[in-house]
Protein backbone atom coordinates (compact mmCIF):
# COMPACT_ATOMS: atom_id res chain seq x y z
CA UNK A 1 0.00 0.00 0.00
CA UNK A 2 1.16 3.47 -0.75
CA UNK A 3 2.81 5.01 2.53
CA UNK A 4 1.00 8.53 3.21
CA UNK A 5 2.25 11.79 1.80
CA UNK A 6 5.38 13.59 3.47
CA UNK A 7 5.59 17.07 4.45
CA UNK A 8 1.82 17.92 4.82
CA UNK A 9 0.96 21.51 5.39
CA UNK A 10 -0.62 22.83 8.60
CA UNK A 11 -4.29 24.58 7.90
CA UNK A 12 -2.70 27.97 9.32
CA UNK A 13 0.69 27.78 6.80
CA UNK A 14 -2.03 26.74 4.10
CA UNK A 15 -3.97 29.68 4.53
CA UNK A 16 -1.36 31.82 4.53
CA UNK A 17 -0.34 30.45 1.29
CA UNK A 18 -4.03 31.54 -0.06
CA UNK A 19 -3.44 34.77 0.91
CA UNK A 20 0.09 35.07 -0.47
CA UNK A 21 -1.93 33.54 -3.72
CA UNK A 22 -4.51 35.92 -4.09
CA UNK A 23 -2.60 39.13 -3.05
CA UNK A 24 -0.59 37.90 -5.84
CA UNK A 25 -3.07 37.67 -7.98
CA UNK A 26 -4.57 41.20 -7.20
CA UNK A 27 -1.55 42.59 -7.83
CA UNK A 28 -1.30 41.39 -11.40
CA UNK A 29 -4.84 42.89 -11.60
CA UNK A 30 -5.12 46.05 -10.15
CA UNK A 31 -8.24 47.19 -11.97
CA UNK A 32 -10.28 44.79 -9.67
CA UNK A 33 -9.53 46.16 -6.87
CA UNK A 34 -8.89 50.28 -8.09
CA UNK A 35 -12.45 50.00 -9.31
CA UNK A 36 -14.59 50.33 -5.80
CA UNK A 37 -11.65 52.52 -4.56
CA UNK A 38 -12.60 54.91 -7.85
CA UNK A 39 -16.25 54.66 -6.87
CA UNK A 40 -16.05 55.47 -3.18
CA UNK A 41 -14.24 58.85 -4.83
CA UNK A 42 -16.25 59.73 -7.50
CA UNK A 43 -19.67 59.20 -5.43
CA UNK A 44 -18.34 61.27 -3.02
CA UNK A 45 -16.97 64.18 -4.62
CA UNK A 46 -20.13 64.36 -6.52
CA UNK A 47 -21.91 64.88 -3.08
CA UNK A 48 -20.99 68.24 -3.04
CA UNK A 49 -21.48 69.28 -6.64
CA UNK A 50 -25.60 67.94 -6.48
CA UNK A 51 -25.84 69.49 -3.11
CA UNK A 52 -24.67 72.36 -1.70
CA UNK A 53 -20.87 73.71 -0.89
CA UNK A 54 -21.39 75.13 2.03
CA UNK A 55 -19.40 73.81 4.32
CA UNK A 56 -21.55 73.66 7.42
CA UNK A 57 -24.22 71.91 5.30
CA UNK A 58 -21.14 69.37 4.12
CA UNK A 59 -20.35 68.56 7.49
CA UNK A 60 -23.83 67.78 7.86
CA UNK A 61 -24.03 65.58 4.98
CA UNK A 62 -20.48 63.68 5.49
CA UNK A 63 -21.23 60.84 7.15
CA UNK A 64 -24.19 59.64 5.01
CA UNK A 65 -22.80 60.43 2.05
CA UNK A 66 -19.36 58.32 3.41
CA UNK A 67 -21.22 55.65 4.35
CA UNK A 68 -23.48 55.18 1.60
CA UNK A 69 -20.56 55.34 -0.94
CA UNK A 70 -19.00 52.57 1.11
CA UNK A 71 -21.16 49.98 0.93
CA UNK A 72 -22.31 50.58 -2.24
CA UNK A 73 -18.26 49.82 -3.27
CA UNK A 74 -17.80 46.80 -1.04
CA UNK A 75 -20.95 45.43 -2.78
CA UNK A 76 -19.61 46.66 -6.31
CA UNK A 77 -16.75 44.42 -5.11
CA UNK A 78 -18.10 41.21 -3.41
CA UNK A 79 -18.93 39.77 -7.14
CA UNK A 80 -15.26 39.50 -7.62
CA UNK A 81 -14.73 37.26 -4.18
CA UNK A 82 -15.54 33.37 -5.18
CA UNK A 83 -16.56 33.90 -8.75
CA UNK A 84 -13.66 33.23 -10.46
CA UNK A 85 -12.45 30.33 -7.89
CA UNK A 86 -15.74 29.00 -8.61
CA UNK A 87 -16.11 28.66 -12.46
CA UNK A 88 -12.29 27.73 -12.45
CA UNK A 89 -12.66 24.60 -9.88
CA UNK A 90 -10.29 26.02 -7.27
CA UNK A 91 -13.36 26.04 -4.64
CA UNK A 92 -13.99 22.48 -5.93
CA UNK A 93 -10.11 21.83 -5.17
CA UNK A 94 -10.43 23.77 -1.62
CA UNK A 95 -13.52 21.64 -0.50
CA UNK A 96 -11.94 18.92 -0.61
CA UNK A 97 -8.16 19.48 0.21
CA UNK A 98 -8.83 18.22 4.00
CA UNK A 99 -8.51 21.87 5.45
CA UNK A 100 -10.97 23.35 6.78
CA UNK A 101 -13.10 25.06 4.49
CA UNK A 102 -14.28 28.09 6.66
CA UNK A 103 -10.48 28.83 7.62
CA UNK A 104 -9.84 29.42 3.68
CA UNK A 105 -13.06 31.41 2.66
CA UNK A 106 -11.51 33.59 5.75
CA UNK A 107 -8.55 34.01 4.48
CA UNK A 108 -9.83 34.46 0.90
CA UNK A 109 -12.19 37.24 2.89
CA UNK A 110 -9.39 38.75 4.67
CA UNK A 111 -7.16 39.26 0.92
CA UNK A 112 -10.37 40.65 -0.35
CA UNK A 113 -10.63 43.07 2.32
CA UNK A 114 -7.31 43.78 1.90
CA UNK A 115 -7.56 44.60 -1.59
CA UNK A 116 -11.21 46.52 -1.52
CA UNK A 117 -11.87 47.39 1.95
CA UNK A 118 -8.56 48.69 3.19
CA UNK A 119 -8.07 51.54 0.55
CA UNK A 120 -11.80 52.90 1.39
CA UNK A 121 -10.53 53.00 5.46
CA UNK A 122 -7.31 55.14 4.32
CA UNK A 123 -9.41 57.09 1.53
CA UNK A 124 -12.26 57.50 4.16
CA UNK A 125 -10.52 60.01 6.22
CA UNK A 126 -9.08 62.50 3.50
CA UNK A 127 -12.65 62.37 1.83
CA UNK A 128 -14.38 63.48 5.24
CA UNK A 129 -11.84 66.48 5.30
CA UNK A 130 -13.09 67.04 2.09
CA UNK A 131 -16.39 67.40 3.04
CA UNK A 132 -15.56 69.90 5.91
CA UNK A 133 -15.09 67.51 8.87
CA UNK A 134 -12.78 68.59 10.92
CA UNK A 135 -9.33 66.92 11.37
CA UNK A 136 -9.41 66.30 15.12
CA UNK A 137 -12.09 63.97 13.81
CA UNK A 138 -9.48 61.63 11.63
CA UNK A 139 -8.87 59.01 14.28
CA UNK A 140 -12.58 58.29 14.59
CA UNK A 141 -13.45 58.28 10.62
CA UNK A 142 -10.70 55.85 10.43
CA UNK A 143 -11.96 53.44 13.31
CA UNK A 144 -15.43 53.11 12.24
CA UNK A 145 -14.30 52.65 9.02
CA UNK A 146 -12.03 49.70 9.65
CA UNK A 147 -14.79 48.22 11.51
CA UNK A 148 -17.43 48.61 9.33
CA UNK A 149 -15.45 47.65 6.32
CA UNK A 150 -14.33 44.52 8.02
CA UNK A 151 -18.07 43.50 8.96
CA UNK A 152 -19.34 44.38 5.31
CA UNK A 153 -16.42 42.45 3.48
CA UNK A 154 -17.23 39.13 6.18
CA UNK A 155 -21.39 39.47 5.94
CA UNK A 156 -20.68 40.02 2.04
CA UNK A 157 -18.73 36.79 1.67
CA UNK A 158 -21.39 34.74 2.89
CA UNK A 159 -23.94 36.77 0.08
CA UNK A 160 -21.44 35.83 -2.43
CA UNK A 161 -20.95 32.58 -1.67
CA UNK A 162 -24.44 31.94 -1.92
CA UNK A 163 -24.68 33.60 -5.33
CA UNK A 164 -22.18 31.49 -7.09
CA UNK A 165 -24.18 29.13 -8.90
CA UNK A 166 -26.20 31.89 -10.70
CA UNK A 167 -24.70 33.33 -13.66
CA UNK A 168 -25.68 37.32 -12.72
CA UNK A 169 -26.10 36.92 -9.07
CA UNK A 170 -25.25 40.52 -8.94
CA UNK A 171 -28.85 41.56 -8.10
CA UNK A 172 -29.58 38.89 -5.59
CA UNK A 173 -26.53 39.42 -4.01
CA UNK A 174 -27.43 42.94 -3.27
CA UNK A 175 -30.76 41.75 -1.83
CA UNK A 176 -29.10 39.19 0.33
CA UNK A 177 -27.14 41.43 1.53
CA UNK A 178 -28.26 45.01 2.16
CA UNK A 179 -30.51 44.03 5.23
CA UNK A 180 -27.38 42.54 6.88
CA UNK A 181 -25.44 45.07 6.33
CA UNK A 182 -27.47 48.09 7.35
CA UNK A 183 -26.76 47.93 10.96
CA UNK A 184 -23.76 48.11 9.95
CA UNK A 185 -24.46 51.62 8.25
CA UNK A 186 -26.51 52.69 10.40
CA UNK A 187 -23.87 52.55 13.62
CA UNK A 188 -21.20 53.55 11.32
CA UNK A 189 -22.52 56.58 9.89
CA UNK A 190 -23.43 57.25 13.91
CA UNK A 191 -19.92 56.94 14.71
CA UNK A 192 -18.95 58.94 11.88
CA UNK A 193 -21.54 61.97 13.14
CA UNK A 194 -20.43 61.78 16.34
CA UNK A 195 -16.80 61.99 15.75
CA UNK A 196 -17.03 65.05 13.32
CA UNK A 197 -19.03 66.67 16.17
CA UNK A 198 -16.43 65.66 18.57
CA UNK A 199 -18.16 64.28 20.73
CA UNK A 200 -17.65 60.55 22.52
CA UNK A 201 -17.89 57.90 20.19
CA UNK A 202 -17.95 54.36 22.26
CA UNK A 203 -21.59 53.20 22.24
CA UNK A 204 -22.03 52.80 18.24
CA UNK A 205 -18.30 52.19 18.26
CA UNK A 206 -18.94 49.20 20.66
CA UNK A 207 -21.81 48.10 18.82
CA UNK A 208 -19.85 48.16 15.27
CA UNK A 209 -16.95 46.20 17.08
CA UNK A 210 -19.83 43.54 18.25
CA UNK A 211 -20.95 43.24 14.42
CA UNK A 212 -17.56 43.06 13.08
CA UNK A 213 -16.84 40.15 15.78
CA UNK A 214 -19.80 38.64 15.36
CA UNK A 215 -19.43 38.08 11.53
CA UNK A 216 -16.03 36.76 11.86
CA UNK A 217 -16.86 34.22 13.59
CA UNK A 218 -20.36 33.16 11.76
CA UNK A 219 -19.75 34.54 8.06
CA UNK A 220 -16.89 32.22 7.58
CA UNK A 221 -18.95 28.95 8.90
CA UNK A 222 -22.00 30.36 6.68
CA UNK A 223 -20.08 30.60 3.90
CA UNK A 224 -18.54 26.99 4.02
CA UNK A 225 -22.03 26.02 4.29
CA UNK A 226 -23.00 28.17 1.06
CA UNK A 227 -19.99 27.35 -0.98
CA UNK A 228 -20.78 23.37 -0.27
CA UNK A 229 -24.20 23.76 -1.42
CA UNK A 230 -23.59 25.63 -4.40
CA UNK A 231 -21.14 22.80 -5.63
CA UNK A 232 -23.53 20.44 -5.41
CA UNK B 1 -7.67 -4.63 -0.01
CA UNK B 2 -10.67 -2.87 -1.00
CA UNK B 3 -9.87 0.56 0.65
CA UNK B 4 -12.47 2.37 -1.97
CA UNK B 5 -15.75 0.90 -1.17
CA UNK B 6 -19.37 2.60 -2.38
CA UNK B 7 -22.96 0.58 -1.79
CA UNK B 8 -26.10 1.37 -2.87
CA UNK B 9 -25.87 5.08 -4.30
CA UNK B 10 -28.76 6.40 -5.75
CA UNK B 11 -28.64 9.96 -6.92
CA UNK B 12 -31.41 11.91 -8.38
CA UNK B 13 -30.58 15.19 -10.45
CA UNK B 14 -33.94 16.87 -10.67
CA UNK B 15 -36.13 14.21 -12.54
CA UNK B 16 -33.45 12.44 -13.37
CA UNK B 17 -32.73 9.17 -11.50
CA UNK B 18 -28.44 9.60 -12.23
CA UNK B 19 -27.34 6.26 -9.88
CA UNK B 20 -29.57 3.56 -9.46
CA UNK B 21 -28.27 1.34 -6.29
CA UNK B 22 -24.66 1.42 -7.61
CA UNK B 23 -22.52 -0.25 -5.58
CA UNK B 24 -18.50 -0.98 -6.50
CA UNK B 25 -15.14 -1.24 -4.57
CA UNK B 26 -11.54 -0.43 -5.67
CA UNK B 27 -8.66 -2.75 -4.77
CA UNK B 28 -5.47 -1.48 -3.76
CA UNK B 29 -3.28 -0.95 -6.65
CA UNK B 30 -6.31 -0.61 -9.37
CA UNK B 31 -8.16 2.08 -11.53
CA UNK B 32 -11.64 1.87 -12.25
CA UNK B 33 -12.61 3.17 -15.17
CA UNK B 34 -15.97 4.50 -15.48
CA UNK B 35 -17.13 4.56 -19.30
CA UNK B 36 -20.82 5.65 -20.67
CA UNK B 37 -22.37 7.51 -22.81
CA UNK B 38 -22.51 11.74 -22.12
CA UNK B 39 -25.39 12.30 -19.61
CA UNK B 40 -24.89 8.70 -17.70
CA UNK B 41 -23.56 10.13 -14.75
CA UNK B 42 -19.85 9.79 -14.87
CA UNK B 43 -19.53 13.28 -13.50
CA UNK B 44 -21.94 12.62 -10.88
CA UNK B 45 -20.86 9.69 -10.06
CA UNK B 46 -16.96 10.74 -9.58
CA UNK B 47 -18.66 13.90 -7.22
CA UNK B 48 -20.32 11.68 -5.22
CA UNK B 49 -17.03 9.48 -4.31
CA UNK B 50 -15.37 12.56 -4.06
CA UNK B 51 -17.77 13.94 -1.35
CA UNK B 52 -18.62 16.77 -3.48
CA UNK B 53 -21.84 15.75 -4.33
CA UNK B 54 -24.17 14.11 -1.05
CA UNK B 55 -26.38 10.93 -2.78
CA UNK B 56 -29.22 10.46 -1.40
CA UNK B 57 -28.90 7.01 -0.45
CA UNK B 58 -26.14 4.81 0.56
CA UNK B 59 -22.42 5.18 1.53
CA UNK B 60 -18.98 5.62 0.47
CA UNK B 61 -16.00 4.30 2.67
CA UNK B 62 -12.66 4.64 2.49
CA UNK B 63 -10.50 2.64 4.56
CA UNK B 64 -13.87 1.10 5.99
CA UNK B 65 -14.49 4.63 7.56
CA UNK B 66 -17.62 6.23 6.10
CA UNK B 67 -16.01 9.12 4.06
CA UNK B 68 -18.85 11.71 5.80
CA UNK B 69 -18.49 10.69 9.17
CA UNK B 70 -14.43 11.65 8.49
CA UNK B 71 -14.27 13.96 5.72
CA UNK B 72 -10.75 15.47 6.21
CA UNK B 73 -9.01 11.99 6.32
CA UNK B 74 -10.13 11.06 3.35
CA UNK B 75 -9.87 14.23 1.57
CA UNK B 76 -6.31 14.42 2.82
CA UNK B 77 -5.84 11.29 0.69
CA UNK B 78 -7.24 12.57 -1.90
CA UNK B 79 -6.68 13.73 -5.42
CA UNK B 80 -9.39 15.64 -7.31
CA UNK B 81 -9.12 16.71 -11.00
CA UNK B 82 -12.81 17.72 -12.36
CA UNK B 83 -13.71 19.76 -15.38
CA UNK B 84 -11.66 23.13 -13.94
CA UNK B 85 -8.51 22.63 -14.40
CA UNK B 86 -8.08 25.13 -11.13
CA UNK B 87 -5.52 26.86 -12.47
CA UNK B 88 -5.41 30.68 -11.99
CA UNK B 89 -4.92 32.78 -15.64
CA UNK B 90 -2.78 35.39 -14.25
CA UNK B 91 -0.18 32.62 -12.37
CA UNK B 92 2.94 30.62 -14.54
CA UNK B 93 2.84 26.95 -14.11
CA UNK B 94 5.03 26.92 -11.53
CA UNK B 95 3.26 29.45 -9.25
CA UNK B 96 -0.24 27.65 -9.84
CA UNK B 97 1.49 24.58 -8.64
CA UNK B 98 3.27 26.32 -5.53
CA UNK B 99 0.06 27.54 -4.03
CA UNK B 100 -2.42 24.68 -4.99
CA UNK B 101 -0.79 21.56 -4.51
CA UNK B 102 1.28 23.99 -2.19
CA UNK B 103 -1.68 24.40 0.76
CA UNK B 104 -1.53 20.40 1.45
CA UNK B 105 2.32 19.47 0.72
CA UNK B 106 5.56 21.19 1.44
CA UNK B 107 7.17 21.34 -1.91
CA UNK B 108 10.39 22.45 -3.39
CA UNK B 109 10.61 23.86 -6.45
CA UNK B 110 12.88 21.15 -7.52
CA UNK B 111 10.16 19.10 -6.76
CA UNK B 112 7.43 20.85 -9.01
CA UNK B 113 10.29 20.83 -11.43
CA UNK B 114 10.26 16.93 -11.57
CA UNK B 115 6.61 16.96 -11.54
CA UNK B 116 6.11 19.69 -14.58
CA UNK B 117 9.04 16.91 -16.37
CA UNK B 118 6.75 14.25 -15.80
CA UNK B 119 3.76 15.40 -17.45
CA UNK B 120 6.13 16.62 -19.89
CA UNK B 121 5.82 20.13 -19.46
CA UNK B 122 9.18 22.15 -20.45
CA UNK B 123 11.15 22.71 -18.05
CA UNK B 124 12.16 26.54 -18.74
CA UNK B 125 8.54 27.85 -20.07
CA UNK B 126 7.69 30.86 -17.74
CA UNK B 127 4.26 31.82 -19.72
CA UNK B 128 1.19 32.55 -18.01
CA UNK B 129 -1.11 29.61 -17.71
CA UNK B 130 -3.86 31.93 -20.01
CA UNK B 131 -1.56 32.20 -22.52
CA UNK B 132 -1.34 28.04 -22.59
CA UNK B 133 -3.32 25.78 -24.66
CA UNK B 134 -5.81 23.68 -23.25
CA UNK B 135 -3.66 20.90 -23.66
CA UNK B 136 -0.86 22.12 -21.86
CA UNK B 137 -3.06 23.61 -18.98
CA UNK B 138 -4.25 19.66 -18.30
CA UNK B 139 -0.93 18.91 -18.37
CA UNK B 140 -0.49 21.11 -15.27
CA UNK B 141 -3.53 19.86 -14.06
CA UNK B 142 -1.92 16.66 -14.03
CA UNK B 143 1.34 17.71 -12.20
CA UNK B 144 -1.05 19.07 -9.37
CA UNK B 145 -2.24 15.54 -8.95
CA UNK B 146 1.26 14.28 -9.03
CA UNK B 147 2.67 16.65 -6.64
CA UNK B 148 -0.48 15.71 -3.87
CA UNK B 149 0.84 12.33 -3.82
CA UNK B 150 -2.38 11.22 -2.66
CA UNK B 151 -3.47 7.79 -2.47
CA UNK B 152 -6.95 8.18 -4.07
CA UNK B 153 -7.11 9.67 -7.40
CA UNK B 154 -10.61 10.51 -8.52
CA UNK B 155 -9.71 12.28 -12.13
CA UNK B 156 -13.21 13.08 -14.29
CA UNK B 157 -11.66 12.96 -18.14
CA UNK B 158 -7.95 13.59 -17.71
CA UNK B 159 -7.25 12.74 -20.90
CA UNK B 160 -9.14 15.72 -22.54
CA UNK B 161 -7.33 18.47 -25.03
CA UNK B 162 -4.46 15.94 -24.60
CA UNK B 163 -2.29 14.94 -27.73
CA UNK B 164 -1.51 11.40 -28.23
CA UNK B 165 1.56 12.04 -26.69
CA UNK B 166 -0.25 12.83 -24.03
CA UNK B 167 -2.10 10.34 -23.63
CA UNK B 168 0.66 7.64 -23.08
CA UNK B 169 1.83 10.23 -21.30
CA UNK B 170 -0.85 10.04 -18.69
CA UNK B 171 -0.85 6.38 -18.85
CA UNK B 172 2.38 5.94 -17.71
CA UNK B 173 1.67 8.39 -15.09
CA UNK B 174 -1.21 6.14 -14.02
CA UNK B 175 0.92 2.57 -14.62
CA UNK B 176 3.66 4.28 -11.78
CA UNK B 177 0.36 5.58 -9.46
CA UNK B 178 -0.76 1.93 -9.39
CA UNK B 179 2.53 0.46 -9.23
CA UNK B 180 3.33 2.19 -5.67
CA UNK B 181 0.13 0.86 -4.19
CA UNK B 182 -2.18 3.41 -5.54
CA UNK B 183 -5.97 3.58 -6.10
CA UNK B 184 -7.91 5.75 -9.29
CA UNK B 185 -11.07 5.92 -10.23
CA UNK B 186 -10.76 7.67 -14.04
CA UNK B 187 -13.96 8.93 -16.13
CA UNK B 188 -12.55 8.76 -19.94
CA UNK B 189 -13.74 7.82 -23.25
CA UNK B 190 -10.20 6.66 -24.15
CA UNK B 191 -9.40 3.07 -24.20
CA UNK B 192 -6.98 2.40 -20.94
CA UNK B 193 -4.06 0.30 -21.96
CA UNK B 194 -3.16 -0.90 -17.91
CA UNK B 195 -2.73 -5.05 -17.26
CA UNK B 196 -6.21 -7.07 -17.58
CA UNK B 197 -6.02 -7.70 -13.46
CA UNK B 198 -5.37 -3.97 -12.48
CA UNK B 199 -8.15 -2.67 -14.61
CA UNK B 200 -12.08 -2.25 -13.60
CA UNK B 201 -14.63 -0.89 -15.71
CA UNK B 202 -17.70 0.02 -14.88
CA UNK B 203 -20.36 1.18 -17.41
CA UNK B 204 -22.69 3.19 -16.24
CA UNK B 205 -26.39 3.46 -18.63
Known amino acids: MKPPATGVVSPGKAGWRLVQRDLRLGLRRPGEWLQPLVFFLVVTTLFPLATSPELSRLRDMAPGALWVAALLSSLLALELLFREDGQDGTLEQLAVSGLPLPWLLLAKTCVHWLMTGLPLVLAGPLVATALGAPYASIPGVFAALLLGSGALSLIGAVGAALTLGLHRGGVLLALLVLPLAVPVLIFGARATSLAIAQDPMTAPMYLLGAIAVLSATLAPLAAAAAVRISLE | ?205
Open chain 2, 1 to 205: MKLLIAENLQLWRGELHVLRGLSLAVDVGCCLQVTGINGAGKSSLLRVLAGLLPPEEGSVRWRDIDTRRDPYAFHSELAWLGHGTALKGDLSARENLRYSAGLRRELTPSMIDAALARVGFAHADQRLARQMSAGQQRRVALARVLLLDSTLWLLDEPTSNLDRSGQQMFTQLLEAHLDEGGLAVVATHQPLPLAAQRLQTLELT
